[in-house]
């Protein structure tokens, strides 16, 4: 069993106190409810944050999961709630592998739908415009790199133009995360690839910003590394379902993280892992 000083901290909480900061996809969340329904489990619980001053919570990772229990009408859900202030939980950006769309059609939605300006440029000027906050984002294609630019000069951390870039090419491409900007490296991956889209980098701020003002980043852009995360708990809906006070719960949790602990039953794998079934 694992240092208990490292264990999770899993709480019982209400559903409706859980505030996600990014789009949910309702094809995904339609899934998760299927699932649901069929497994009866929460196996794997959505990571949270308190928000300052407030009895609500971030949702840094499962905003599809969050809005299936809305959906399913579950009064409380078992999250893993961490500290955002730990520097051991980082915010990271996921790009976009914008695929099976034609080169035209997608920069004629980012530059006639949306009046953004793309400038040619090199790789290494893009990051360093991108760090320095003097471009929106960047985009790689097969001919090479862009700037992308805006007339009135929005800031880069600003989410409803965030938004309309990627509904440019949302419904229209395939989508895929991309955790770098090779693009020699997400070729092979992605033969119809027709563009790397590159966003800004986001921080606890930005994203605490979206969630107490009830703006959303699009789904797939805002990634976050949690150390110790807890996977597979098979929480029994039932339980999560039932009729009782939360503090009845609450005790059923605590009871339940005691068994778990007695069985031995808790594992802690420090090894970077990969997960073909998600």
């Keep these: 069993m694992q240092d208990s000083k490292k264990l999770p901290v899993l ?23 299927l699932r649901l329904r069929q497994e009866n489990l929460l196996k794997n619980p959505p990571i949270v944050a308190p928000i300052p ?11 599809n999961r969050t809005m299936a229990f809305v959906s399913l009408g579950i009064p409380h859900i078992v999250a893993q709630v961490v500290d955002y202030n730990d ?32 400038e040619a ?4 000027e893009a990051r ?10 960047y985009i790689i ?12 000069a929005s800031k880069p951390r600003d989410f409803q133009l965030l938004n309309q870039i990627v509904g440019a090419y949302r419904g229209r491409a395939d989508i895929f995360r991309a955790s770098n900007d090779i693009w020699e490296i997400q070729k092979p991956y992605y033969p119809d690839i027709t563009a790397l889209v590159i ?20 789904s797939g852009v805002t990634r976050h590394v949690i150390p110790n ?3 597979n708990l098979n929480i029994p809906l039932g339980v999560l379902w039932a009729d009782w006070p939360l503090k009845h719960k609450e005790e059923w949790l605590h009871e339940w993280l005691m068994e778990r602990m007695a069985s031995n039953a808790i594992r802690y794998y420090a090894e970077s892992t990969f997960s073909f079934n998600e």
């Design 229 to 231: 995360r807890a996977l």
């Design 121 to 124: 440029c090199s790789l290494q």
């Design 199 to 218: 966003f800004p980098r986001y921080c606890q701020t930005d994203i605490l910003h979206a969630a107490i003002n009830g703006y959303k980043v699009p």
């Design 128 to 137: 360093r415009a991108l760090e320095a906050e003097e471009t929106i984002g």
């Design 141 to 152: 294609c097969e001919d090479g790199v862009r700037k992308v630019y805006q007339k009135d």
């Design 53 to 63: 001053g407030r009895e609500q919570y971030v949702v840094l990772d499962g905003a």
């Design 11 to 33: 709480c019982m909480l209400p559903t409706e106190s859980l505030i996600t900061h990014e789009d949910a996809d309702p094809r995904r969340v339609e899934k998760l409810c």
């Design 87 to 118: 520097p051991e939980v980082v915010v990271d950006t996921w790009y976009h592998v914008v695929s099976g769309m034609a080169i035209d059609r997608f920069e004629e939605a980012l530059t006639k739908a949306l009046g953004l300006h793309l």
